[in-house]
Structure formats: structure tokens, C-alpha cells
Nanobody, 122 residues
Framework: QVQLVESGGGLVQPGESLRLSCAPS????????MGWYRQAPGKQRELVAA???????NYADSVKGRFTISRDSAKNTVYLQMDSLKPEDTAVYYC????????????????WGQGTQVTVSS
């Protein structure tokens, strides 16, 4: 069973940066609509940034101008560059993607990563 594997979380001080990465655990045919969500304690999971299936990007208003989503299509990998981090960015960050596992099966399924903790504190 393919999994999305996230990395790059950690503990930083306000104003610092982190870069998250997410990639499938095994070879796949293709992935689209890759993105990042987050969930803080006691809150619902929310969109942070994501690519649409058409390739455009969506950002939460709270991260516009500070976070940048990018991808390496050849590696089916998505990144989230987080700059000027604030304590309110503290959350578990989850990767999401629609994955087509095989060329001979024309179907995309929705996958989530296990989450990576980002803590912003002085």
C-alpha cells in the first residue's frame, strides 16, 4: 500500500523558516492535486496550500506571502517552504494527494500522510 511520507517538521522560533517535503513511499504512475493541510489542537484540519488538478495554487489567507508550495513532478514530490513562522502556525501538517498508482488503471485515489509536527515557540 503506497503511503505519503512527510519530513522537515520541527521546533523553531518565531520568524524562522522550515521546509516540508512529501513523497510517495514507492513508485507510482502519477500524482495530482498535491497539497498541505494542518490541524492544531482542538481545531479542525484546514487547507494550508495546494495545487489544483489544473496546476494552479491555493493558499490559506493566513499564510499568503509567507508560505510557498512547490513540486517536482518527475519525483511526484511536493514541498512547503514556510518563512516568517508564527506561534499560530503550530500544528501537525499533513500532505494530501490524489494518486494514480498504475498506468493501466485509470483511477486516482486520495491519500494522506501520517503528519509532521511543526512547533513555533520562543
Amino acid at each position: 500500500q503506497v503511503q505519503l511520507v512527510e519530513s522537515g517538521g520541527g521546533l523553531v522560533q518565531p520568524g524562522e523558516s522550515l521546509r516540508l517535503s512529501c513523497a510517495p513511499s514507492e513508485n507510482i504512475f502519477s500524482a495530482n492535486a498535491m497539497g498541505w493541510y494542518r490541524q492544531a489542537p482542538g481545531k479542525q484540519r484546514e487547507l494550508v496550500a495546494a495545487f489544483t488538478s489544473g496546476g494552479s495554487t491555493n493558499y490559506a489567507d493566513s499564510v499568503k506571502g509567507r508560505f510557498t508550495i512547490s513540486r517536482d513532478s518527475a519525483k511526484n514530490t511536493v514541498y512547503l517552504q514556510m518563512d516568517s513562522l508564527k506561534p499560530e502556525d503550530t500544528a501537525v501538517y499533513y500532505c494530501n494527494a490524489r494518486i494514480r498508482r498504475y498506468s493501466f488503471i485509470a483511477r486516482y485515489d486520495d491519500y494522506w500522510g501520517q503528519g509532521t509536527q511543526v512547533t513555533v515557540s520562543s
